[in-house]
């Protein structure tokens, strides 16, 4: 796990990332300026920093409503403007961007934070940019595979020996500038399946994986299928980190957590994705078993315990800020996260 | 209410003909009821690749917005080679998974030979279920010799029609209320 920057002693790792969306609120009609959300995004990652939080990502989708295309220049701004907190992508797309330049970003990245950048790689759920950056939306899977080797291989050699069908050969590359620590975290990003987190496993990469709603049990099944294929490949998935992923959102009771929330996630799903969230799953994300982690403070504690007991995962990122949330309410998240949430997950499950 | 009659097919006339008069008996019946219709023959759709309906342009995103945003569907469609028409396949491989979530669905299914009254039974409703629709079990099939000169002549057709346009309209204001209820019932 060293290699990851993740020391399991410490306990679980809470985190918080943001797909960088650009939405109207639903329930004032209103959207504030990219150039502000940009900024609240830098500000929000602040805030985490200073509340202990020990995680922040942007993610990069190219298609409206979103402001974080460049995401990596969102966490240039980041790193400098944070101290302890470690920062990352949610996901980079890999596919239609070339390594060496994603290396180099995020080495720079990595120094100007101090040691502190992490790369999450991942396919695309949507494929308008396949268009937009001139790649052919027929090698979505040999685009993935191919880059995200090499991304792992400019990660690993310092000289960088290389041949492939989407980009041109290196011979005796140097990428430069190096990471802090010669190496940067790298996690492969998996949509929830199982033959999804199988492919993480095979190559014996540490596991993003993101989940909706539902049971957390079935999210189980997919940590076991990441976990028994690095094992059949010969890595050993004790060493191997996994991260969940999905939707936080803290008030004083379930039922105001819920009324808050769930109009933003609805509204901003039909405008991202062209469908809403269904409002009976949705109510299922009150239970105790469910993996949304919308309600009171205490009922978001026993959840990630609930979830952590489950998966045996090493780092939990919450997004609270999607479709618009005011920032006002995303801060007051943070602040509950930092002085109830994020003490009592450590205080259970840091080894003693 | 938003009704959008799909006919599912780009060549031929019977479906045509049969989803007009489904039009029109629609407006007829309820003057609330915006109807509009969609022959697949008038628009240039491109094959589906599997990308998101919003990420379409031109007629293949306006014919994909339209069913999305409806709140119920007629579709009529012709029977080929004991199946449903390519286009019509195409129009649901275009939309997610369960597109038809919350939209009731009636069909219309034409024919050259009676033997294929059971098509739409196992042909279409299946796909129907998949993707979360509530159908209007009781489909119209209607025959080649129903049709005389472009017009339907078997007054029994006319008058399936009329009932499949009130059992849309009677189902599409049940769920919804139903829906309503249900929703409010949760308390946020």
Redesign the interface.
């Known amino acids: 796990m060293r290699k990851y920057r993740i020391d399991s002693s410490k306990g679980l790792e809470f985190g918080i990332y943001t797909l960088g969306d650009h939405l109207p609120d639903p329930v004032t009609g209103e959207r504030i300026s990219a150039e502000q959300r940009i900024h609240e995004i830098i500000e929000y990652a602040k805030l985490a920093d200073q509340a202990g939080i020990d995680f922040f990502s942007v993610g990069e989708s190219h298609q409206d409503y979103f402001a974080t295309q460049a995401h990596a220049v969102v966490l240039g701004a980041i790193a400098q403007a944070t101290k302890k907190i470690k920062i990352g992508s949610s996901s980079t797309i890999i596919s239609t961007s070339d390594p060496v330049r994603v290396y180099e970003n995020f080495a720079t990245i990595d120094l100007i934070s101090g040691g502190r950048a992490e790369i999450i790689a991942g396919r695309a759920s949507r494929i308008g940019l396949f268009d937009l950056l001139g790649y052919n939306l027929r090698d979505y899977e040999e685009l993935f595979e191919e880059k995200f080797d090499l991304l792992l291989k400019i990660n690993e050699e310092e000289i960088v020996n290389w041949k492939g069908n989407f980009r041109a050969p290196l011979t005796n590359a140097k990428i430069l500038p190096r990471p802090k620590n010669g190496s940067l975290p790298i996690w492969r990003a998996v949509g929830g399946t199982a033959a999804s987190a199988m492919k993480a496993g095979y190559a014996g990469v540490p596991m993003f994986m993101a989940h909706l709603g539902g049971p957390a049990a079935i999210f189980k099944r997919t940590i076991d299928a990441y976990r028994e294929s690095a094992q059949a490949s010969g890595f050993n998935p004790a060493e191997l980190p996994v991260t969940t992923a999905g939707f936080f959102y803290t008030a004083e009771s379930t039922q105001q957590a819920l009324r808050e929330l769930y109009p933003r996630i609805n509204e901003g799903m039909k405008k991202t994705n062209g469908q809403g969230f269904s409002k009976q799953l949705f109510a299922q994300g009150a239970d105790p078993h469910s993996i949304i982690n919308v309600g009171s403070p205490q009922q978001i504690i026993e959840k990630i315990l609930y979830q952590y007991e489950l998966f045996g995962h090493q780092r939990y990122i919450a997004q609270i800020d999607f479709g618009g949330m005011p920032f006002d309410k995303v801060m007051k998240n943070v602040e509950v996260i930092g002085t109830e949430i994020v003490p009592a997950i450590k205080k259970y499950t840091a080894k003693k | 209410m938003k009704i959008v009659g799909l006919v599912g097919t780009i060549v031929g006339h019977k479906t045509r003909i049969a989803m007009d008069y489904m039009l029109t008996t629609l407006r007829e019946k309820d003057p609330n009821v915006d109807a509009s219709l969609i022959d697949l023959a008038e628009y240039n759709i491109r094959f589906s690749?599997?990308?998101?309906?919003?990420?379409y342009d031109g007629d293949t995103q306006f014919v994909a917005k339209s069913l999305?945003d409806a709140d119920a569907i007629i579709i009529g469609t012709p029977v080929f080679q004991a199946s449903i028409p390519a286009p019509l396949k195409n129009i649901f491989d275009l939309l997610?998974v369960?597109?038809f979530?919350d939209k009731i669905i009636g069909m219309i299914v034409t024919a050259g030979s009676p033997k294929h009254y059971l098509i739409a039974e196992q042909q279409l409703k299946p796909i129907l279920a998949y993707m979360k629709a509530q159908m209007v079990q009781s489909y119209v099939f209607i025959e080649e010799k129903d049709f005389y000169q472009k017009a339907m002549i078997n007054e029994d057709i006319l008058f399936r029609i009329s009932r499949l346009a009130e059992d849309t309209v009677v189902l599409t204001k049940t769920y919804a209320a139903i829906r309503e209820e249900?929703?409010k019932a949760?308390?946020?």
Not at chain 2, 49 to 55: A, F, H, I, V
């Open positions: 690749d599997g990308r998101n309906y919003l990420e999305m997610p369960n597109a979530q249900q929703e949760y308390g946020f």
